[in-house]
Protein backbone atom coordinates (compact mmCIF):
# COMPACT_ATOMS: atom_id res chain seq x y z
CA UNK A 1 0.00 0.00 0.00
CA UNK A 2 1.34 3.46 -0.63
CA UNK A 3 0.39 6.47 1.03
CA UNK A 4 0.15 9.51 -0.68
CA UNK A 5 1.02 12.03 1.73
CA UNK A 6 1.13 16.17 1.74
CA UNK A 7 4.58 17.60 1.64
CA UNK A 8 3.96 19.06 4.75
CA UNK A 9 3.47 16.11 6.92
CA UNK A 10 6.51 14.42 8.28
CA UNK A 11 6.88 11.04 9.58
CA UNK A 12 8.27 10.56 12.79
CA UNK A 13 9.91 7.22 14.15
CA UNK A 14 10.30 6.52 17.53
CA UNK A 15 13.09 3.82 17.78
CA UNK A 16 12.87 3.00 21.57
CA UNK A 17 10.52 0.16 22.39
CA UNK A 18 7.31 1.48 23.48
CA UNK A 19 4.09 -0.12 24.70
CA UNK A 20 1.67 -0.19 21.99
CA UNK A 21 -1.39 -0.89 24.09
CA UNK A 22 -1.02 2.36 25.68
CA UNK A 23 -3.69 5.06 25.28
CA UNK A 24 -3.64 8.06 22.66
CA UNK A 25 -2.69 10.34 25.98
CA UNK A 26 0.23 8.25 26.81
CA UNK A 27 1.43 8.20 23.28
CA UNK A 28 1.02 11.71 22.69
CA UNK A 29 2.75 12.49 25.86
CA UNK A 30 5.83 10.44 24.56
CA UNK A 31 5.60 12.59 21.42
CA UNK A 32 6.22 15.38 23.21
CA UNK A 33 8.91 13.84 25.81
CA UNK A 34 11.05 11.57 23.37
CA UNK A 35 10.39 12.92 20.12
CA UNK A 36 10.44 16.81 21.06
CA UNK A 37 7.31 17.57 18.72
CA UNK A 38 3.54 18.42 18.72
CA UNK A 39 1.18 15.67 18.69
CA UNK A 40 -1.47 18.33 17.27
CA UNK A 41 0.98 19.13 14.01
CA UNK A 42 -0.88 16.82 11.86
CA UNK A 43 2.61 14.93 11.51
CA UNK A 44 2.30 11.00 11.83
CA UNK A 45 4.23 9.38 14.79
CA UNK A 46 5.70 5.72 14.50
CA UNK A 47 6.00 4.08 17.60
CA UNK A 48 7.49 0.07 17.57
CA UNK A 49 6.67 -2.59 20.36
CA UNK A 50 9.60 -4.09 22.08
CA UNK A 51 10.13 -7.01 20.24
CA UNK A 52 9.47 -4.78 17.15
CA UNK A 53 6.89 -6.87 15.28
CA UNK A 54 3.75 -4.48 16.21
CA UNK A 55 4.07 -0.88 14.89
CA UNK A 56 1.14 2.17 16.07
CA UNK A 57 0.66 5.10 14.26
CA UNK A 58 -0.33 7.98 16.14
CA UNK A 59 -2.29 11.21 14.63
CA UNK A 60 -4.20 13.56 14.92
CA UNK A 61 -7.38 14.60 12.17
CA UNK A 62 -10.15 17.52 12.66
CA UNK A 63 -12.21 14.70 14.62
CA UNK A 64 -9.33 14.12 17.47
CA UNK A 65 -6.62 11.30 17.55
CA UNK A 66 -6.57 8.59 15.53
CA UNK A 67 -4.01 5.54 15.37
Known amino acids: MLLNL ?18 FDKLAALV ?3 ICQNP ?3 HLFVFVSK ?8 FRDRTGYCQ
Do not use: H, M, W
Not at 12 to 22: A, I, K, L, N, Q
Open 6 to 23: PSAVSVYVCFEPTDVRCS
Open 32 to 34: QSI
Open 40 to 42: LSG
Open 51 to 58: RRNIIKIL
